[in-house]
């Protein structure tokens, strides 16, 4: 019998998981014409880690599954105002407006819950939740591809797994087996190529530091003549904030 999520996980603890999901029946429901269902998910996966106090190490979005690696931090929901914890929660769960287009809350609508104590610390609690989170991601891409369909039931299998990582080791060993998943599936060669993943966007930002560095160095050179002031303050700055600068992902380092 499946155990409850709350024996599973604490969410007054912080920790590192390895999430995963799959597509009722393990159905291609991300695939051929619904392709762009998956940067669907990448796009709810940036949107909630930029709410919850949880941070996405590693993600690959399959075509009838996904994996995801997070990394909790409970206590950080302390440290946000009121205002802070109904203003991510709206960022998290936007109205829809016409045509079911994703809208902003209003500043009555964020003041509201504000004033709202209880819902406050309701909502506070929420945000620390990696159960939270995955129904954040799961629900409004059900609720967006059902839309599209138009059809109604059930897009993912049910709830999602949770397996506990224990210690660095674990982390970094599950962190390589999820970005290497569209590899091991044959639907990529190598991991610049695996589309959706975090190693994708981890390669793609290191690329782009080691360019800044190359221009700036080639602007140096005597008789070069240099970047435009504005232009190398801009690369100065991209440079010194290392190579995985930008990214919405947890670094690595």
Not at 98 to 106: E, G, L, Q, R, S
Not at 149 to 154: A, I, L, M, P, V
Request: hydrophobic fraction near 45%; charged fraction near 25%; proline fraction near 5%.
């Amino acid at each position: 019998m499946p155990r409850a999520r709350k024996h599973l996980i604490d969410d007054e603890q912080p920790g590192c998981f390895h999430l995963i999901s799959r597509c009722v029946r393990r159905a291609f429901l991300c695939t051929d014409a619904a392709e762009p269902r998956r940067a669907w998910v990448r796009d709810l996966l940036r949107a909630a880690s930029g709410s919850f106090a949880i941070e996405v190490l590693s993600y690959a979005v399959m075509s009838n599954h996904l994996h995801v690696v997070v990394r909790s931090d409970p206590q950080r929901v302390l440290e946000w105002s009121a205002v802070e914890v109904a203003q991510r929660w709206a960022v998290a769960h936007p109205r829809l407006g016409k045509d079911a287009i994703p809208v902003a809350w209003t500043a009555e609508e964020v003041a509201a819950c504000v004033a709202n104590a209880a819902w406050v610390a309701k909502t506070r609690m929420r945000l620390r939740s990696v159960s939270w989170f995955m129904k954040c991601v799961k629900e409004r891409l059900a609720r967006r591809a059902n839309r599209a369909d138009g059809c109604t039931g059930h897009f993912w299998e049910g709830r999602f797994q949770s397996v506990a990582l224990l210690d660095q080791a674990a982390v970094i060993a599950c962190m390589a087996y999820v970005d290497l998943n569209p590899v091991r599936a044959a639907i990529a060669d190598r991991p610049e190529t695996s589309d959706y993943t975090s190693v994708q966007e981890r390669i793609a930002a290191r690329q782009e530091h080691g360019r800044t560095a190359a221009l700036l160095g080639e602007a140096d050179r005597p008789g070069v003549v240099a970047l435009v002031p504005t232009l190398r303050a801009a690369a100065e700055e991209r440079r010194h904030a290392g190579p995985e600068a930008g990214l919405w992902i947890s670094p690595i380092a």
